[in-house]
């Protein structure tokens, strides 16, 4: 299949984590330059796709304030980024299932298409991207016909998402340093 005939993509924002290398804060509600990291991911995939959804285990309120559905973890417990990517398959309408973090503000707009060509191209149904020297594990396209050999890794005790990405097959596609940029720590948010 051509990336000519339409490919549609659920774009799904992966907040669910416990923040606790930005202090414990909900990342998504950490500002920056005045506003919530969740609104400028918002703003970068909302035109990218064909359906918005947020993975969020907490201030649930808040994020379905924003109009966007929200969808918590499969399982309770913050069971990791790989437990959130099992979510965004499983509540997903698309084939193909974009997962971004909430605090990549800066992701390129054209990464959908960048990474669905990939897919094409490779016919993997994992497509990772990367900066150049390092895996770039939650930006991530996959197909959701993964989800069965996700929810058995899981089940297994699987939580690295570049081992299991790697266990099945991926194709990578590269960005810049600046475009996969994303913010772990308080102090970064000085710069």
């Not at 996700?150 to 099945?168: I, V």
């Amino acid at each position: 299949m051509s990336l000519n005939q339409k490919q549609c993509v659920t774009g799904v924002i992966l907040a669910g984590g416990q923040g606790r290398r930005m202090g414990g804060h909900d990342k998504g509600w950490v500002e920056f330059q005045n506003k919530p990291f969740i609104q400028h991911v918002l703003e970068r995939l909302r035109p990218q796709v064909d359906q918005l959804i947020i993975n969020a285990n907490r201030s649930q309120a808040a994020y379905q304030a924003l109009g966007v559905p929200v969808v918590e973890d499969l399982q309770t417990g913050f069971q990791g980024p790989l437990m959130g990517i099992a979510t965004a398959l499983s509540a997903a309408e698309h084939e193909w299932v974009l997962c971004v973090p909430c605090d990549g503000l800066f992701i390129p707009q054209d990464l959908v298409s960048r990474l669905l060509q990939a897919a094409l191209n490779s016919g993997r149904a994992i497509v990772v991207a990367d900066d150049g020297d390092r895996l770039q594990p939650m930006v991530v396209l996959l197909k959701r016909s993964v989800l069965p050999n996700l929810l058995q890794a899981l089940e297994q005790g699987e939580r690295k998402p570049d081992r299991w990405y790697a266990s099945q097959g991926m194709a990578q596609v590269s960005f810049s340093v600046d475009e996969l940029y994303n913010f772990n720590y308080p102090e970064q948010l000085l710069d």
